[in-house]
C-alpha cells in the first residue's frame, strides 16, 4: 500500500524555521516527483514547490528564497526547509507523489504549520 506520511508541522513565531518531513512508503521514490502542496484557511490549494529526480527544484514565488526542497531517495523520505516564516505561511501543508511514467498520484493527509505574528 502507498503511504505518504508529513511530519515536522507546529507553531512558529514570525521569521522562525521548520522543515517539514514526507516519509513514503509503497512506492520506489526514485520513480516520482514530489510535491509539496498548502492550503490555507479560506483559500485554495496552491502548489508550494516540487523535486525531480534526482534533484532539480522549483518553487512557487510566494516561498522562492525561504523555502528549500530537497530528497533522500534512499530514506524514502522528502523534505521541505522553511525559514523566514511569516503568518501569510500558516497552512495545513500536504506531500504528493506524481509518478514520471503511469498514472499514479498520491497524496499524504496533510501537517498544520502555524506562524503567530
Known amino acids: 500500500q502507498v503511504q505518504l506520511l508529513e511530519s515536522g508541522g507546529g507553531l512558529v513565531q514570525a521569521g522562525g524555521s521548520l522543515r517539514l518531513s514526507c516519509a513514503a512508503s509503497?512506492?520506489?521514490?526514485?520513480?516520482?516527483?514530489m510535491f509539496w502542496y498548502r492550503q490555507a484557511p479560506g483559500k485554495e490549494r496552491e502548489f508550494v514547490a516540487k523535486?525531480?529526480?534526482?534533484?532539480?527544484?522549483r518553487y512557487a514565488d510566494a516561498v522562492k528564497g525561504r523555502f528549500t526542497m530537497s530528497r533522500d531517495n534512499g530514506k524514502s523520505s522528502v523534505y521541505l526547509q522553511m525559514n523566514s516564516l511569516s503568518p501569510e505561511d500558516t497552512a495545513v501543508y500536504y506531500c504528493?507523489?506524481?509518478?514520471?511514467?503511469?498514472?499514479?498520484?498520491?497524496w499524504g493527509q496533510g501537517t498544520q504549520v502555524t506562524v503567530s505574528e
Open positions: 509503497g512506492i520506489r521514490l526514485s520513480m516520482y516527483e
Open positions: 523535486i525531480s529526480n534526482p534533484g532539480a527544484t
Open positions: 504528493q507523489a506524481t509518478a514520471r511514467m503511469g498514472p499514479g498520484n498520491y
